[in-house]
Structure formats: C-alpha cells, structure tokens
C-alpha cells in the first residue's frame, strides 16, 4: 500500500465539510479550499480557492496547473462523500483509467435542460444558480467539442462527481483543451456547467475531442511598440486580441457635460481594418468613447460619443479646440450597446443603425485616413495607435476594458465559442 501511494494524489473540493476521514491519507492529500479556515487543515497540504465553480473548478485546476507533472493515478474527492454512493476508498487505487461508483445514463437526457431536483431546483428558481444559455449535449459537443458515439445511446455517470483518473487518460487532452472547459466556471459559485459536468466526466475522458483553432490574448499594460515585434512572431494563434484600458478625456468630457462612469463590465471594440475610409465601433453602457482621427492633410478630429448616463456626443477640431457638431440624444440599444458606423469621404458621417446622426459638409477636402487613435492610459495625452496593426496584421484586434482587473474571461463565455482562448505569457517569448 505504501507503494501505491506514492504514485497517488488525492485531490479534494472542500468548502466546510469535516475532513477527519480524510487523515490516514494525508500525506498524498491536497485540499483545495474555498470556504473558512479549519483547524484540521494543518494536517494536510492546502491550497486557497475563490468558491467558484463547484467542484469541476477544484478538479479542472489541479490538472491544469499539474499538467506537467501528473501522478501516475489522482483521486477527486469532495469534502463530503458519505452522501454519495462510492466504492471502498481503496478501490480508487486501482489500475483501471476510469473508476467510480458507476450508474447508466441515457445520453438522450443529456439533450433536455436539466430538470434540477431539492435543493438545486430551488437555486434554480431564485436566481442562484447561473443558468446556462445550452443543454448539456450541446454544451458537451458545440462548446466542449466532444466527438461523441452516437452509436452509443447508453454511457456511465458517477453521481457526486467522486472517481479516479489515470494520467495517461487526461494527458490524451491538452491543456488548452481543460481551460476551455473551465472558462465556463471561473466567475461564479453555482454554474450550470458545473451540474452538466458530473454528467458528464466519464463521456469527457472516455471520448475523443474536436480540435479547436486558438486565439490568444494579452493585457498591455506598456505601449504596443514595445512589444510588438514578439508578437508579429508568435505564430500558434489564428487570432491575437491585445486589451487595453481606456481613460475618459475628463476636461472635454466636463467642459462638454460628458461624464464618466466607471463600470467593470465596459468594453469598447474598434475594428482595426479600415476599409475604404469606414469603419466600425461597439461601446458598452457606461461608457465614454475618445477617438482621433488623423488624415494626411494634417486635419485632426475627436470624436466624443457618450454613453449610458450621457445624452450628449460631440465632434470637435482638436487642432483647434473647437466644437463642430453635437448630437443629443441617448443612443442605446436594447442591449444596452452603442453601435456606430462610420463613413468618411468627402464629410464626415456617423450612422447608428440605419440612421444617420452626424453628417457634416466641407469641413476638408477628400483625404486618406493616416491614423486612427484611442485614449488610453498610458500618460494623460496619449492615445492607443493602430497604424502599425493595421496595414500588415489583420490576424491582430485591439479590445479596450475599463481595467485589467476587469474579469476578460466573461467576454469569451459569450465569444469566439469556436475557439480556445490562452492567455499570451510574453514572458515565454522574451
């Protein structure tokens, strides 16, 4: 038995469960804990989680932050296991890949929302538990891409989510391939996803999976030019999203009554294609939008568009501070998004929808965009620069935040679902 131990790791999700059961295996035990510190814990290994996720978080992190060095066998436990039918402890020591109390599940059932039962009927019901926009089939096969038998109509389920791997089975997956599943449950104590997953392990592991393309992602908090070279040679991504916060422009924005709030759900997207002098830019709520254009006749013009709490935008000529057109009115959609599109030929032309809002004459002649720039926080005078990003790399998009402590993980719960999501570590490439 000693030598099987050492071979093996327990692994368990504990929030405020009694542990005693858990000493005669402390010394291949590591806790993961999210709820109040306990005496018994100085007896074992322990790590410090937020309480998200339920216990999928507590697995799909031990793996992926020990993918490289695996024990030949892991055991996950929760806290708590006498609610659960499970096989003897020792059992778990066994040589097989999968082992776990096993009940039958129709993969049917799998394709009907959750019919939630006690007390996650009532989480259900009053909020507490964030629903899923999918069913567990399509979460497991659109999202997840599992290539599942469909010859199969019948599959395992281990109730409780108590079971045993070997490291040849999750090493059969890739890293990237468990962040993506735990994207899903990184920002919340009860997700969805978490149910769909302890009806779900067995059909994870004992699948094969569809190879996603990769974006990878980096928050700058230096200007581009400095690093952008590193990034022009990272060549694993289909697409590269730099994030970047952006600072409200507080003396026009006062002396023009635009006024900025802050918000930690703030995003600003700007297309950096520019074609054929057009382009695009999505603001949330809450927001301010800053951006200069520069033309290569020297005109410089600020576009100020105002957002949740703001009735007001403005055009003005930055060269010389002067107020060319205001529009006041609010412009949110239902979704609370402030959708622009903008045409510049001969004039200056800013659509929202279908409808045109700013339309201004003879204010230069035709002339080609030199730059287009966004206010960022890097000094008080600067703005982001998209010239070098746009001309040779449109693998690249610039996405603006509120901060980089913004949670950017609940962007890719609802985008580029396609695709696996990593963040760039630029030390990597250094």
Not at 28 to 50: A, M, P, R, S
Not at 52 to 60: C, I, V
Not at 276 to 295: R, T, V, Y
């Amino acid at each position: 038995m000693q030598n099987i131990k050492k071979k093996v790791q327990i692994v368990v999700a504990r929030y405020d469960e009694d542990i005693k059961w858990l000493l005669p295996y402390k010394d291949i035990v590591i806790i993961y804990n999210k709820g109040e510190y306990n005496y018994l814990l100085n007896n074992f290994n322990i790590i410090k989680l937020k309480n998200y996720g339920r216990e999928s978080h507590t697995y799909l992190y031990h793996i992926i932050n020990n993918y490289d060095n695996l024990t030949e066998k892991i055991i996950f436990f929760q806290g708590k296991i006498d609610d659960h039918k499970i096989l003897d402890i020792e059992d778990y020591f066994g040589n097989n890949d999968f082992i776990g109390k096993f009940n039958k599940i129709n993969i049917d059932t799998l394709k009907d929302n959750i019919n939630h039962f006690g007390k996650w009927k009532n989480d259900y019901k009053n909020g507490n538990m964030k629903i899923s926009s999918y069913t567990p089939y399509e979460w497991l096969t659109k999202i997840i891409g599992i290539d599942l038998d469909l010859n199969l109509p019948i599959s395992k389920v281990v109730w409780g989510a108590n079971f045993s791997l070997s490291r040849e089975i999750i090493l059969s997956k890739p890293k990237i391939f468990y962040e993506n599943i735990l994207r899903y449950l990184d920002y919340h104590i009860n997700p969805e996803e978490g149910h769909f997953l302890e009806r779900t392990w067995y059909l994870i592991f004992k699948n094969n999976f569809i190879v996603k393309k990769r974006i990878g992602y980096i928050y700058l908090n230096s200007e581009f030019n400095k690093i952008k070279d590193i990034l022009f040679k990272i060549d694993k991504y289909e697409e590269i999203h730099i994030w970047k916060s952006i600072i409200s422009n507080y003396e026009i924005g006062y002396n023009e009554k635009i006024y900025y709030t802050p918000d930690n759900n703030k995003y600003l997207i700007i297309s950096p294609k520019i074609i054929s002098n057009s382009f695009n830019i999505s603001i949330k709520a809450k927001n301010d939008a800053h951006i200069l254009i520069e033309f290569n006749d020297n005109n410089i013009y600020e576009i100020v568009l105002g957002g949740w709490n703001n009735t007001r935008s403005v055009i003005r000529d930055y060269v010389n501070n002067k107020i060319i057109i205001a529009y006041e009115k609010q412009t949110l959609d239902a979704n609370n998004f402030i959708n622009f599109n903008f045409i510049i030929q001969d004039k200056i032309k800013i659509y929202e929808k279908e409808n045109l809002i700013f339309d201004i004459n003879n204010i230069f002649e035709i002339s080609n965009i030199k730059n287009i720039k966004i206010k960022s926080n890097f000094k008080s005078d600067a703005f982001w620069n998209y010239d070098n990003v746009t001309e040779n790399y449109e693998k690249f998009k610039i996405f603006l935040c509120n901060s980089e402590y913004d949670n950017i993980n609940i962007f890719y719960q609802n985008n580029y679902l396609d695709y696996y999501i990593e963040k760039i570590n630029i030390l990597e490439y250094l």
